[in-house]
């Protein structure tokens, strides 16, 4: 995670950016191949690299400086105990939101089942980096659960004050015929890009119906502006963009932004927020 | 939009000198001058690799057996398998009939040959000034003597062949010669002396050089870079970054401070970028993005 990379993005016209989860100590992502792509989905499994929490402090202060644009803090962790140090470090650097990873779907040979997939997990989490810090705190959770809606319920009776919806969906595999070897190093991956969008979109409308007052980050398969206003009206209050940058380059996010408002006016819509939720009736 | 290893079968394999191997595969790649593929073994590692050369029907590897990866490579022979996918990157770029001077160091004379074939094509004139450790570390070099309208100039830290120095010392001349505002060379002793007497002696003529082109060690290419720059000359740079996707989605490969992408952006820039890249001849960073020093 580097304040440059970060400046960037924010350079081609996103809103704001949420930085890669930010560990305690030194995190030592997984071999390549760590990711493929086709026109349907991207599967990854870059495995969290990161410098840990005091590297990362040098880079958020650098982004700090001069702010161009909102941060969210990602943080990740295999323990309990680990999250709430994080959490407290993270905190004194005055992200506007701390996020919760809490769904990587490729680092399970590590930690085993991610924290999301069990509310009574997810909620112990979310109050362990809620008794941390009084910056909004968001939980991002995975869609590879039965019911995202009592998870997400759980973590906002937790503390959390808004979720992030949804990880990445799997994990999946991909197989080479000719050497019979599956492609990526961790042999799995999240899968993520267009194919995930309507799983995505049905996330934030469940969990939008279920908990109304609760802010989402709506975040899957979102390519272009008529994407995010689909899932701004399932539900989302932000829009989160990642795979678009292999499939439209990092210009994808002036790009949205211009198709949402070239949307809007076509609609004779005044305010984005207006949008928000529409979809969910009764 | 597809970005999955295709996996090919090594068409041959030749020995460079003891340490370095060419692999040629049978594949239309289309890659232009500079840029790279990834080439993957499975359980092993996927790496990017500069494209040495590439034409309609094949391109060519060639690596140094230095880590598990290239290693492993080293022991395939014709008719393995590889997974290749790409060509990535931005590329070198000349035009017709300019005068073009390549700055080698070490075994970045593999990427600078593939442009050197291509720009003679394009009717170049060119200098081709190749810098290594010592004599079983140059590479390339019969197959750059048989190209036409290219003068080969060798350097080696030894002397074991060519002038004992720096290419910097050979390229110190060339700028001279046209005229180019070189500060004082540096004296470096016999080295120095040597290579200026006759480092650029057979250059090709011309009235001026459009271009320098630089890969190998980054500390040399920072130094060309600002050769370049108070000789007010066009350059354009190859700089390597630790790299996972290598198509510009993971982040790794940004640098500092103006956070461009060298899997995407690069790894060829031309020197008024590589000027405003403030790590560039600095740091670099690991696999983590933990900052490394030259």
Known sequence: MTAASLRNVVCHG?????????????HIGHPNPVMVVNEHYMLNAVGLPDAGIEKAKL??????????APVIASIVAGRADDFAEVAAQVSKLRPDIIEVNISCPNVEDELGKPFACSRVDAAMVTSIVRKMTRIPVVVKLSPNVA????????????????????????????IDLETREPVLANKVGGVSGPAIKPIAIKAVYDIHKALPGTPIIGTGGVMTGEDAIEMIMAGATLVGVGTAVYYRDVACFGLIAKEMVAWGKAHGIKKIGDLRGTAVKG | MRDVPKVIKIKKVIVETPFV?????????????????????????????????????????????VGPFSKKMHTLKAGDLVGVRGPYGHGFSFKKG?????????????????????????GCKIDFVIGARSKEHLLYLSRI?????????????????????????????????VGGKMPAPPVKGARGAKAGKSGAKGAVKSKKIDC?????????????????????????????????????????????????????EGPVVDNARARKITEFGKYHRDSVGKISPF
């Open chain 1, 147 to 174: 019911n995202i809606v009592e998870i997400a319920r759980a973590c906002v009776d937790a503390g959390a004050d808004g979720i992030c919806a949804i990880n990445t969906v799997g994990p999946g595999m991909m």
């Open chain 2, 212 to 264: 320098i082109y630089t890969c190998g060690p980054e500390m040399m290419m920072k130094k060309i870079s600002d050769m370049c720059w108070s000789a007010k000359v066009s350059a354009q740079i190859s700089i390597e970054r630790y790299m996972k996707c290598g198509f510009g989605v993971c982040g790794q490969c940004c640098v500092d401070e103006s956070g461009e992408r060298m899997c995407t």
């Open chain 1, 59 to 68: 880079e958020m202060s650098k982004y700090m400086t001069n702010k161009p």
């Open chain 1, 14 to 26: 996103a809103g704001g950016v949420t930085t890669k989860s930010i560990w305690l100590n030194e």
């Open chain 2, 21 to 65: 191997k060419t692999f040629i595969f049978e594949h239309k790649l289309g890659a232009q001058p500079g840029q790279f593929v990834n080439l993957w073994l499975p359980r092993i590692d996927e790496k990017p690799m500069s494209v040495a050369y590439c034409d309609a029907k094949e391109f060519w590897v060639t690596m140094f057996a």
């Open chain 2, 98 to 122: 300019q005068r073009l001077v390549m700055m080698a160091g070490g075994y970045g004379a593999a990427p600078l040959y593939n442009l050197t074939v291509q720009a003679v094509k394009a």
């Open chain 2, 145 to 177: 003597k048989k190209l036409k309208n290219v003068k080969l100039h060798i350097t080696t830290d030894d002397g074991s062949v060519g002038l004992k120095g720096y290419n910097t010392q050979v390229l110190e001349k060339l700028l001279a010669e």
